[in-house]
């Protein structure tokens, strides 16, 4: 089924062809005419699965055909924000959405507001605006003042207008909760909790997350109405045209010098470097800007006017490699981006999937590589376990790790199991066992031992030291 055959809006279909969009994704085949009709939905999709046109495009498809209901301001002189005089200063009328779409993070945040502009760019009348925390509250005061049928925000900046009655829900329509899983994570459960209390209960609600499972499952059954329940398990999900790959490394100056040998890889048109902590973003972006390279830093300790130059400079292709922590790399799409390295391990593994899936999106294929101490294996372990995907070790010449990783289970290198021919065993079930694992032929996880698979270019070797605190992300 083609987006035409779907039946959006010729406005909506121009602007799909102006992306280079061609059909839908497999969470879009699903979600539009299902949310067209008017459903409910309780989408589980990975990142990069399209799952933001999936709820945007028959939003847009209703504003598009529907009159703004009368109670609406429509036609309401645009209020300017600044010194109102006399009493007027007490009088600023309260926006009133027609949909709300609460993302766990700024960065996201943005991002669905830019694909909103661009698939609603031949709808002038629909107008989306960004509502996040270290944005200036004038500004945002201008911006709720023009009256936007769509907000995208994030939990507490958007409770702090509610509180102080610059927002009225009453005609909201739509409520899309993106990300579901990880704004429990980051802990904003009450406040969700609060804004959906104040939205109308014939509201249509959709929640995307990347698990239906537990609390966020609960959550979805109580804030949806006969939910249409969609699982995407495409190629996208399982991340099968992401290679991934793992080195071992002795100690910290290891690390460092394999990854500056690494970023130096000509195949690399742009990188994310995740880091454990903000101070790790910030060392590391150093140092490789000592080294020559061209990186620059993104964590929430930096302002949002810096986070926003930095994300647009990646966009632009005029920085080549980002070093951030995964709160501040949620959200971000940029489809140049070919690499992605795991300077420090994440600490959950939900975090390896998102962070890997920053690479290899829109159809485009991408390199995932971890830089691992020996220390932290128990992590692969979990990793490996929640994708059902081993992680091939592979070995830099010049960069051996002078250590032999334990082989409690032996694991393949260099080439991953489904390019030498090897049986994958993706769809099992977890606690099943894989067949790899017990493979009596299956090379042994034996790092020093392996020949080389890449050219090597002389660098150093140094140490790390296991985990690191991740208080401060
Ligand atoms: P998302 O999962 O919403 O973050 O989207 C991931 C990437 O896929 C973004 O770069 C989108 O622009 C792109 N995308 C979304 N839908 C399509 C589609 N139907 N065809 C091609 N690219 C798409």
């Known amino acids: ?14 602007a799909l062809t102006d992306s280079g969009y061609s059909e839908p994704t497999a969470v879009q085949q699903q979600a539009i005419p299902a949310a067209l009709a008017g459903r409910d939905l309780m989408v589980s999709s990975q ?28 036609n309401a002189p645009e209020r300017r924000p600044g010194p109102a005089r006399g009493h007027d200063r007490h009088r600023f009328q309260p926006a009133q959405p027609r949909m709300l779409v609460l993302t766990p993070t700024r960065e996201l945040a943005l991002q669905v507001t830019a694909a909103t502009e661009k698939y609603g760019r031949q709808l002038h009348q629909v107008r989306a605006v960004a509502i996040l925390g270290g944005m200036p509250y004038p500004k945002q005061m201008e911006l709720l003042g023009r009256n936007p049928e769509i907000l995208v925000a994030t939990p507490g900046r958007l409770i702090d207008h509610m509180s102080s009655g610059k927002i009225d829900f009453s005609q909201l329509q739509i409520l899309v909760l993106d990300e579901a899983d990880r704004m429990l994570d980051m802990g904003f459960i009450e406040d969700i909790e609060r804004i959906v209390a104040a939205t109308p209960s014939a509201r249509q609600t959709m929640l995307f997350s990347a698990t239906l ?16 329940r969609i699982q995407v398990d495409a190629a996208s999900a399982r991340h099968d045209h992401i290679e991934q790959r793992m080195h071992f490394v002795d100690d910290l100056a290891h690390k460092n010098r394999l990854l500056d040998h690494l970023l130096r890889d000509a195949t690399i048109d742009q990188a994310l470097v995740f880091t454990a902590t903000k101070r790790d973003a910030d060392t590391v972006s150093d140092r490789l800007n000592v080294a020559g390279l061209n ?7 930096m302002h949002q006017g810096a986070r926003n130059r930095t994300l647009t400079a990646m966009r632009r292709g005029q920085l080549r490699i980002l070093v951030a922590t995964d709160v501040a790399a949620r959200g971000i799409d940029v489809p140049t981006i070919t690499h ?3 300077y420090d391990l994440p600490k959950a593994a939900e975090d390896y999937v998102h962070r890997i899936g920053r690479t290899g999106r829109a159809g485009r294929s991408g390199l995932a590589i971890s830089l691992v101490h ?13 994708t059902k ?6 070995v830099v010449a010049g960069h051996e790790p002078t250590r032999r990783a334990p082989s409690a289970n032996p694991r393949p290198t260099s ?13 099992q079930p977890a606690g099943q066992a894989d067949s790899r694992f017990s493979k009596p032929s299956a090379p042994r996880r034996d790092g020093a031992a392996r020949p080389s698979y890449h050219d090597s270019a002389k660098s150093g070797a140094g140490a790390s030291t296991g985990r690191r605190s991740y208080g401060d992300r």
């Not at 020996?374 to 929640?386: D, G, L, M, P, S």
């Not at 080439?415 to 769809?427: C, I, T, V």
Request: hydrophobic share 45%; no cysteine; net charge positive.
């Open 340 to 342: 992605v390295f795991n």
């Open 415 to 427: 080439k991953p199991a489904w390019k030498s021919g090897e049986k994958r065993n993706f769809g």
């Open 295 to 301: 990186a620059a830093a993104l964590h929430g300790d």
């Open 47 to 74: 990142t990069g699965s399209g799952k933001t046109a999936a709820f945007m495009l028959p939003a847009l498809h209703l504003f598009a055909s529907q009159q703004r209901p009368a109670t609406a301001r429509t």
């Open 389 to 394: 995907q081993m992680i091939p070790v592979e």
């Open 374 to 386: 020996h220390a932290e294996q128990f992590n692969v372990r979990k990793i490996e376990r929640f």
């Open 1 to 14: 089924m083609n987006f035409a055959e779907i039946g959006l809006h010729p406005a909506i279909l121009k």
């Open 213 to 228: 499972d537990g609390m966020v499952g609960d959550m979805a059954q109580r804030m949806t109405r006969s939910a249409l």
